[in-house]
């Protein structure tokens, strides 16, 4: 049996490339983020439980499933688990194996190949993440896991533990950390701007040498900004 499933951007896309594959069934999670796959109430969940030793997963896109290798290799390992097959419309016709053997080499040797190559990757790889996973992004779905993965970092959590809840690469999630880090940098030198002004006011009414005032500025601020950074540290 083939069992079809879309989650995601270009939901009628995917609807329309499994119709026409004529699949028995389909199962969608909408535009769920990537912690559908471990929610037990969600329809992936209901697929795994309705499939049969031998049944077949139809997926149009892989990143249906997720865009990090890891990701998807822990997912066909749940799928050869269960004595199942995929079949991905927009990719090769591979096995399961094979596209698990593919994935492992990807995984493990992405970093040794030719190195202006890999620098090229890595670029347009950055570019394309900044524009999908922003605050500004026209994708809901990526405008909500930014703000999800903003509030998981405010809480302290380890970036490899949220790319894995996420479904994303960890590189994504380093560099959302470091935006966070850029807005927090700015809105504590905006603080101290306006405590600067509000001491020179106070100082001015105790003194009005104009030295004075500047030293005791000074040091307000840098007593604001050691104590502020040493507690984000």
Known sequence: MNLGYARGNRLNQQFDFLEEYQVDEIFSDDNRSYEVFQDPESDYQRLLDYTEPGDCLVIAFLEVISRDYQMLLKCFDELEELGLEVIVLTSPDLTLVEWREVLSWIDKNDRLLHPRLIKLKLKQEKSRNKETYSVFSKDRDAKQL????????????????????????????????????????????????????????????????????????????????????????
Do not use: H
């Not at 405590?195 to 500047?214: C, G, P, R, V």
């Open 146 to 233: 930014y703000r999800d993965v903003m509030w998981q970092l405010l809480g302290k959590r380890k970036l490899r533990v949220i790319a894995e809840q996420k479904g994303v690469p960890i590189e994504t999630i380093y560099r959302i950390q470091q935006e966070l880090k850029r807005v927090k940098l700015a809105g504590i030198l905006a603080m101290c701007f306006f405590l600067a002004i509000a001491t020179l006011k106070i100082t001015e009414n105790f003194s009005d040498n104009l030295w004075i005032q500047i030293v005791v500025c000074v040091i307000t601020t840098i007593a604001i900004l050691y104590n502020t950074l040493a507690d984000d540290e």
